[in-house]
């Protein structure tokens, strides 16, 4: 009597097997795609976390109305769907996924059979120090021009300030996630796994990133007033005497 095999539950979610599908006709313009999208939204959801003020107000929306285009780009702008989302979306279109594919492919390549516990950790500790270093280090780059670095030794010098923080918390999720995945996903749904895992961390970071920035921005506008009123009373000073 042969047993019969039971069907995995992610083989019951429609959307899963429609995304796997279009994901084994089309590898390369799928990620494409997916990249291009969950970038977009990290940068979304980042600025309502780190609670960024939309650029455009309600009263602006409404003096807007007679202009459908004007009034799109407000609400658009209101939701956070900015010329940042924008730029975040052509990165992860056009650098991220291609780069993902690239590398995630040589690294399946290199350890292609290869299941012992001992493969299952260096395949680890090599995807850590090579494939992580060099996707962080892209990512930082991308991250700093889109924020206004120009130049090599502005981007340098971003990429070199956030190198390391965004490095030790690779180090300390991507071990736990490619474990897990290792001992309990098929094959087919690491690459989906991967992406929204990605997605977390690259929202994790963009909101911390936003809230440094905010903060220094604040720093300086307060030592900016300080020195305002340190003139002011030095001018007052003068005047009495």
């Known amino acids: 009597m042969s047993a019969v095999a039971k069907s995995s539950p992610l ?5 899963l097997v429609a995304y796997l599908s279009a994901l084994a006709a089309n590898p390369l313009r799928t990620k ?9 939204l990290a940068e979304i959801l980042a600025g309502k976390l780190a ?3 939309p650029a455009t107000k309600v009263s602006e929306k409404e003096a807007a109305q007679q202009q459908p285009l004007r009034l799109l780009k407000a609400y658009a ?5 900015n010329e940042r989302a ?11 996924a291609p780069m993902g594919h690239v590398l995630t492919g040589l690294l399946q390549k290199a350890f292609a059979g290869k299941t012992s516990t001992k493969d299952k950790i ?12 060099f996707a962080n280090t892209v990512y930082l780059s991308c991250m700093a021009y889109i924020n206004g670095a120009r130049g090599v030794d502005r981007i340098s010098k971003a990429v070199k300030a956030s190198f390391w923080p965004v490095m030790r918390v690779t180090w300390l999720t991507s071990p ?17 796994f991967f992406t929204f895992t990605r997605f977390i961390l690259a929202t994790y970071f963009n909101t911390v990133a936003k809230k440094r920035q905010m903060a220094l921005a604040r ?8 020195k305002t009123t340190d003139g002011d009373l030095e001018k007052g000073a003068a005047q009495g005497k």
């Open 176 to 192: 736990v996630t490619i474990a897990f995945a290792q001992n309990y996903l098929p094959p087919e749904v690491w690459e989906p």
């Open 51 to 53: 609670g960024v003020a």
């Open 77 to 81: 702008e209101a939701a956070g769907i």
């Open 32 to 40: 494409m795609i997916t990249s291009g999208f969950f970038s977009a």
């Open 122 to 133: 260096l395949q680890i500790i090599t995807s850590n120090l090579t494939v992580a270093v």
């Open 11 to 15: 083989g019951q979610n429609a959307f």
């Open 219 to 226: 720093a300086e506008a307060a030592k900016g007033r300080g």
């Open 86 to 96: 924008a730029k975040m979306a052509f990165y992860g279109f056009f650098i991220s």
